[in-house]
């Protein structure tokens, strides 16, 4: 059975930096783009951020391009997501999901529904 574990939320200061990670077992890693989703509360899901297979091909949403970063290292079963200046407004429910998604764009990851597995999500909090 696919899971996702996403790791390393917690409560940070206005402009700070946390590293999210997300470990799979039972799937095979080296198929599968992996997405970061967040949800903010009383709002909907939004992409965050993709890396593809190759690792050649990132994507950002405009909100977090220039202060998170993706990567994966497949041989670890892990993805991370590197995150910067972090503002109130990334104050969020992080997940992390693995799927094809086929309808995206440079800063579009594609809608859930292109993904299969996801994590349980890791609370990630910005203080003023």
């Known amino acids: 059975q696919a899971q996702l574990v996403e790791s390393g939320g917690g409560l940070v200061q206005f402009g700070g930096s946390l590293r999210l990670s997300c470990t799979t077992s039972g799937l095979n890693l080296d198929v599968y783009t992996i997405g970061w989703f967040r949800q903010a509360p009383g709002k909907g899901r939004e992409g965050v951020s993709s890396i593809n297979t190759n690792i050649k091909t990132t994507r950002y949403a405009d909100s977090v391009k220039g202060r998170f970063t993706v990567s994966r290292d497949n041989a670890k079963d892990a993805v991370y997501l590197e995150m910067s200046k972090l503002t109130p407004e990334d104050t969020a429910v992080y997940y992390c999901?693995?799927?094809?998604?086929?309808?995206?764009?440079?800063?579009?990851?594609?809608?859930?529904?292109?993904?299969?597995?996801w994590g349980q999500g890791t609370q990630v909090t910005v203080s003023s």
């Open positions: 999901a693995a799927g094809f998604p086929v309808t995206t764009w440079p800063n579009f990851i594609g809608p859930e529904e292109e993904y299969d597995f």
